[in-house]
């Protein structure tokens, strides 16, 4: 599907784009001309090439996915950018991170955004609304303003995403610190996937925006340049945050081991009490349990009438001793 704009400060008008000819007039109109597509034919595809001057290859990187990046011709520049978001996936209920290329085509006066499916993440439609509603500057700035605001957007919602993941790492480790679990360490392996598969994004994309924020780029106005700048920092800020909470993440995880382990420890100890407390106990029943026979003259307690019952009471103090003494020691 392919919408139009072209708008200048002055006021915005649609146009109806049923084929190449359209495009080129579109092209060819005073003031700044957006064209929106979304899922394009291969009929539409070609009417783009041809209209726009554009590369078939571009259009199938925008197909394919390839990481973010900016590329210049001879008469636009191709950038390529990604959106995220937290998804439900399609084999498991846990969210992950789904991604969204959206290819942009700046030339002189025009704008061409191409998205290869619906928009899950209302980037460009959310840019373009407020076009239609002449909101905002937009109007009055060139196609390369309404590309940064787009990629803005884009670079906002990163922020979303990160914010999502620290809070789930912040419940993951109250959680482990409270009682520890299997699915703990299972949710907590989902999170460092996240943020590996964030990491692939914001990396390139950090790269491509670079290189419109440096300058030396014909259809980014120099005004134009310190918004690109911006949203760099922004770039060089989310990458920083996602190293820090793949380091969290880390962290975390050595929490749960030390916490399992410290559990472990404790179970031992408690055992290693009672198998010291049974040690003595059960030397004196071994010597005293064998036979002896009725004439045993090598020990004459057994002939003695008081002999169990003070065999009892001394085992009975050997273990109330070995009890204090393991209470001092905090083991129990």
């Known amino acids: 599907m392919i919408s139009a704009l072209v708008y200048d400060a002055g ?3 649609h146009r109806t784009i049923e084929g190449e000819a359209d495009l080129e007039a579109a092209r060819e109109a005073p003031g700044t001309t957006w064209v929106r597509v979304s899922t394009p034919t291969p009929e539409e595809e070609r009417s783009l090439t041809r209209a726009f001057s554009l590369h078939p290859l571009e259009l199938e990187d925008v197909r394919g996915g390839v990481r973010p990046k900016t590329e210049e011709f001879e008469d636009h520049t191709f950038v390529l950018v990604k959106t995220v978001a937290l998804e439900r996936g399609e084999t498991t209920f846990d969210e992950e991170v789904r991604t969204q290329p959206i290819g942009l085509f700046l030339g002189d006066g025009w704008l061409v955004t191409v ?5 899950r993440v209302p980037v460009v439609s959310d840019i373009w609304q407020s076009v239609e509603n002449q909101e905002g500057r937009t109007l009055k700035q060139g196609p390369d303003f309404a590309a940064y605001r787009v ?3 884009a670079v906002d919602d990163y922020f979303d995403l990160l914010d999502t993941v620290g809070d789930t790492i912040e419940e993951i480790e109250e959680a482990i ?8 360490i299972e949710a907590l392996n989902g999170v460092r996937r996240d943020l590996l598969s964030f990491r692939k994004v914001v990396w390139p994309m950090r790269e491509a925006v670079g290189v419109l924020a440096r300058g030396g780029i014909d259809a980014v106005g120099e005004s134009t340049e310190k918004y690109y700048r911006d949203v760099y920092d922004h770039l060089v800020e989310i990458v920083d945050l996602t190293e820090t909470y793949r380091d969290l993440t880390r962290g975390t995880r050595d929490i749960y081991l030390n916490v399992v382990s410290q559990s472990t420890n404790e179970v031992m100890k408690r ?3 009672v198998a010291t407390i049974f040690i003595p106990l059960t030397f004196v029943v071994g010597v005293y349990g064998m036979n002896f026979g009725e004439h045993a003259t090598n020990l004459p307690e057994l002939t003695w ?3 169990y019952p003070a065999v009892v009471v001394g085992m009975a103090l050997v273990t109330a001793i070995l009890l204090i003494h393991f209470r001092r020691e905090g083991w129990i």
């Open 11 to 13: 006021g915005v008008e």
């Open 115 to 119: 998205t290869a499916e619906d928009d």
């Open 305 to 307: 009438p008081y002999a």
């Open 151 to 153: 990629i803005d957007h």
């Open 271 to 273: 055992l290693t009490v």
């Open 177 to 184: 610190l409270a009682t520890p679990d299997e699915t703990l």
